[in-house]
């Protein structure tokens, strides 16, 4: 069974094949769940004019934004700008091309395009820019624009556990966009927190089947608050 181990030991092997102007996903929400370790590695590698597709773009320091520190992404599709300065200057500068989709609608684009559908209909954003461009059409009586689906040529993904053979469970919130981007790459690579052996995951609790994974590593995370907020003491 060793053919079918996904493990690999270093995040060098994990984001090997990686090049300039290929399209990446990221699974994670702000700065929950997200492949903290794995975005580190790309902007180590310093692999430009990157297409990236996210709920948004992290915070200035931290996720995501790190890649935009060096100009590394060319292009963002997300929900929204989010707690980051650089994402929103860069934006209004017209140095970052970006493309705002509203969040369930780039859930949806990411889980069709893992099905293998290329388009579907939906009525969010008709009337609006979001619908420029696009075709309409009407379903009893009312109208819908059509979105394409979405793939890339990597997808990187954080989980809270796997095993061997790749099979993912995600913990709470961090279950949000990582499920839909791994379905979604020609690649997907996963971190994780802890990896165990083969039938040691219930079938019941596995979230993505390994089947949609292709490499798999553990990692260690900082766990960082995007905005942390106490109560008076």
Request: with cysteine; aromatic share 8%.
């Amino acid at each position: 069974m060793a053919g079918f181990n996904k493990v690999v030991n270093s995040y060098q092997e994990a984001m090997a094949g990686l090049e300039d102007g290929m399209t990446v996903l990221a699974g994670g929400f702000g700065l929950c769940g997200i492949p903290e370790n794995l975005i580190k590695e790309i902007k180590k590698m310093g692999t430009k004019d990157l297409t990236v597709v996210s709920n948004n773009c992290g915070t200035t320091e931290h996720g995501l934004g790190l890649l935009l520190l060096d100009r590394q992404i060319k292009k963002m599709v997300a929900s929204y700008v989010g707690e980051n300065a650089n994402f929103e200057a860069q934006m209004m500068a017209g140095e970052l091309d970006v493309v705002l989709t509203p969040q369930g609608t780039l859930a949806e684009k990411m889980r069709a395009g893992g099905a293998g559908i290329p388009a579907f209909y939906t009525a969010t954003g008709y009337g609006t820019p979001v619908a420029e461009g696009k075709e309409t059409r009407e379903f009893d009586g009312r109208q819908y624009i059509m979105e394409e689906a979405i793939t890339g040529d990597f997808a990187i993904v954080k989980a809270w556990k796997a095993d061997t053979f790749g099979n993912l469970v995600y913990r709470k919130t961090a279950r949000n966009f990582n499920p839909l981007a791994a379905t979604a790459g020609k690649i997907t690579v996963v971190e994780v927190e802890e990896i165990v052996q083969p039938g040691e995951l219930s079938p019941d609790e596995i979230h993505t089947p390994g089947i949609y994974v292709n490499r798999v590593i553990l990692g260690q995370f900082e766990k960082t608050i995007e905005q942390r907020t106490t109560r008076q003491a």
